[in-house]
């Protein structure tokens, strides 16, 4: 069977398509009650299925929230699949879905495609997650549509809502979590030294003491070339803090090809507590943060931007160290 069309239903009924699209799409203050009639027993005799994206699109609410992601080169074309960013996602997609909202998801390095987004899906606001500053500043300036980011560095919140950890407090509870267990040698791993992986570092540093940083390469057959290289320098480490559960989960799968256990010989903890720490062996000591709350917040905050209720802010939410056997004593 061919697809009905609105120009079908409008020719039938003797109408024009502008009068059926506007039954269709709920706006009938100008349609007689009796034309509304005619028009949706005719829709349900020919079964015509509707285009739920025209129906959005048509509305002054859309209800569509949408998700950008910075699918930055150190993903490797594996962005989705980041433990981070995959728990960020079923996060977001449940408590969109609890709030009768619809999501789109995007991954992109390009800001200009953002705002062309926006503008296409008629988006009632989005979450931006892993850009700098300068793009959030830019597409603050260049739209209209409330947004909020997770993890921002923002020196002028203004016009923006940014969700972020308190990186330093996390990095501190691993920090002297290895302390308290006797370790006098460790090692803080990431791909770079600013914002939010410098504050975990600097938290850590605080809860350890004097403790060694590296910044490992972010394209894996070059850091799996980096251990191999450092691999006498790394064994002098009893502990190793990585800034990620990804890098952790790295490192941990680089070392036990060779023989070397973990955490017999050397203990790794790592950040964000994604549910793969729980699925490796041994179980991943990581800094948790509740996704469901950041959320939760996010899209609070979405409506209260759209209310006019907030006008950019910056919320640091708290986190805790859980603790398994990826870890031990001295």
């Known amino acids: 069977m061919e697809r009905v069309r609105i120009s079908d239903i409008a020719e039938e009924l003797g109408l024009s398509t502008a009068t059926v699209s506007n039954v269709i799409h709920g706006k009938t203050g100008k349609v007689s009650p009796e034309t509304v009639r005619r028009v949706q027993e005719t829709l349900e005799k020919r079964r015509y299925i509707p285009s739920m994206a025209g129906i959005l699109l048509a509305q ?3 209800r569509i929230i949408g998700v950008v992601m910075n699918d930055h080169e150190k993903y490797q074309g594996h962005l ?80 923006i809502c940014n969700l972020t950890l308190d990186n330093f407090d996390g990095g501190f509870q691993v920090g002297q979590y290895f302390r308290n267990l006797g370790h006098r040698r460790a090692l803080c791993i990431a791909d770079n030294n600013i914002c939010m992986d410098r504050e975990r570092w600097e938290g850590f540093t605080a809860g350890f003491g004097a403790a060694d940083f590296w910044q490992i390469p972010m394209e894996r057959e070059e850091r799996l070339r980096f251990y191999e290289e450092h691999l006498e320098a790394l064994m002098q480490y009893t502990a190793v803090f990585a ?49 469901a709350l950041r959320a939760r917040l996010a899209l609070e905050k979405l409506e209260a931007m759209k209310a006019g209720d907030e006008t950019g802010s910056t919320l640091r939410l708290p986190v805790i160290l859980i603790v398994r056997q990826s870890v031990r004593s001295l």
């Open 243 to 291: 800034v990620s559960d990804y890098y952790a989960a790295d490192l941990m799968r680089f070392l036990q090809p060779k023989g070397i256990s973990v955490p017999e010989q050397i203990s790794v903890a790592g950040f964000d507590d994604a549910p793969i720490c729980g699925q490796i062996v041994p179980a991943l000591t990581s800094v948790r943060q509740d996704g």
């Open 60 to 62: 002054n609410d859309s």
């Open 80 to 159: 989705l699949e980041d433990p981070f960013i995959a728990a960020s996602l079923n996060a977001l997609a449940a408590e969109i879905d609890r709030c009768g909202l619809f999501m789109m998801v995007k991954a992109t390095r390009d800001t200009a495609a953002i705002i062309r987004f926006a503008s296409m899906w008629n988006l009632e606001g989005m979450v931006l997650i892993g850009f700098c500053q300068e793009d959030y500043q830019l597409l603050r300036d260049q739209m209209h549509i409330p947004f909020v980011v997770y993890d921002g560095y923002l020196e002028d919140p203004r016009g």
